[in-house]
Structure formats: structure tokens, C-alpha cells
């Protein structure tokens, strides 16, 4: 047997394997984002109605009853998807103008969390949660609570005029590198 011959079947051998290795890591590679592209572009209003079903408890009648609120308040409301991770499908978020509220579901709560909770009035005291921060404000809703589906509504019209008041605004212009804003002068 011709000794070259021998080493040359053997790397047409070892190029056919690697071919084949290949080939097979590319058909892996099409179906696992197949996978999570489908999922990914779940419209944001499936992917909350699924929520809300999966849950199959007070929290997903409570979900679901809050994204009713939110929409009586202003049927303009956009739904979307956001912060979606490997460790999390996402969290549902109401938008007009920017984020008015997302809503949350934790084991014992379903939790409203308003963008710019801080700035808003709550003459009715909804606001029960992450009350020390300068921005955001939520409201926790717990299984036996009762909701006031006014001054809820009332919060997220005044979240959503907060919101369409700042898209008026004019940007401020970005400063140069290396110069300070003039304070206290």
C-alpha cells in the first residue's frame, strides 16, 4: 500500500468529519434562534394576554384588570414587551408618550410601577411603594385589595399628560467635552 495514499485518505477522512460537525452546528444554530425569534417577536398584547393566562390566580385576574383600567383611562395606551433577558420573558409596559406604568407580578403582589411616579400628585394615596425615590412610584396590589378604578385612572391620565407635556419640550444642547455646567453662580 503506497504510504501517501494512506495519508491522504486519512485527511480527506478527518475534512469530511469536520464538514459534517459543521453542517450539524449550523442546523442547531438555525433552530435555537428559530426558537427565540419566535418568542421574541410575540406582540407585546400576546405575550401580556399569555401572562396573564399562565398566572391562572388572583394575579392574573388582577393583571388583567389593571390593563383594563389603564386602557378605559386612555385608549391610547400602547402595550409593550421590555427588559426581556434569558432569566426573564420580559415585563408588560404601558406607554403613551413614553412609559406611563409597567405591570409587574411578584409571588405575593402585582405591582404598577409609575416612570415618573414622583412627579405626579396622589391626592388618593395609591402610591404605596418605592415611595423614597426621586423618580419612580408604584403601587403594590395585594390579593385582597380593593381598587379605587378612579383615582387609578386619574393617576395614569395624569402620568400620560406628564409625559406628552415633556415631549414638548426642547432637548437641552449637549455641552462640549470637558466644560462644567454653571452652578451656583
Given amino acids: ?13 478527518v475534512t469530511r468529519s469536520a464538514a459534517k460537525l459543521v453542517r450539524d452546528l449550523e442546523v442547531y444554530m438555525r433552530k435555537a434562534v428559530a426558537v ?16 396573564i393566562k399562565e398566572l391562572g390566580d388572583w394575579r392574573g385576574k388582577t393583571l388583567a384588570k389593571v390593563r383594563e ?4 383611562a386612555d385608549p391610547e395606551i400602547v402595550e409593550e414587551r421590555k427588559w426581556v ?10 406607554s403613551h408618550g413614553g412609559i406611563v406604568c409597567t405591570g409587574e407580578t411578584h409571588k405575593n403582589v402585582v405591582k ?3 416612570a415618573k411616579g414622583a412627579a405626579l400628585q396622589d391626592p388618593s394615596g395609591l402610591f404605596n411603594s418605592s415611595l423614597e425615590g426621586n423618580v419612580r412610584r408604584a403601587i403594590d396590589i395585594h ?36 466644560s462644567r455646567p454653571l452652578v451656583g453662580r
Avoid at 500500500?1 to 477522512?13: I, T
Avoid at 427565540?36 to 401572562?51: G, L, Q, V
Avoid at 433577558?85 to 404601558?94: D, L, M, Q, Y
Fill in 85 to 94: 433577558k434569558p432569566t426573564s420573558p420580559g415585563t408588560p409596559v404601558f
Fill in 143 to 178: 390579593e385582597d385589595d380593593k381598587l379605587d378604578e378612579a383615582a387609578l385612572k386619574e393617576l395614569i391620565r395624569a402620568a400620560v399628560a406628564l409625559n406628552l407635556k415633556g415631549e414638548n419640550k426642547p432637548k437641552s444642547k449637549p455641552r462640549a467635552p470637558g
Fill in 36 to 51: 427565540e425569534s419566535a418568542s421574541a417577536f410575540i406582540s407585546a398584547s400576546a405575550f401580556i394576554d399569555e401572562r
Fill in 1 to 13: 500500500m503506497n504510504p501517501e495514499r494512506k495519508c491522504g485518505d486519512r485527511r480527506l477522512q
Fill in 112 to 114: 404598577m410601577t409609575f
Fill in 69 to 72: 383600567i389603564i386602557h378605559q
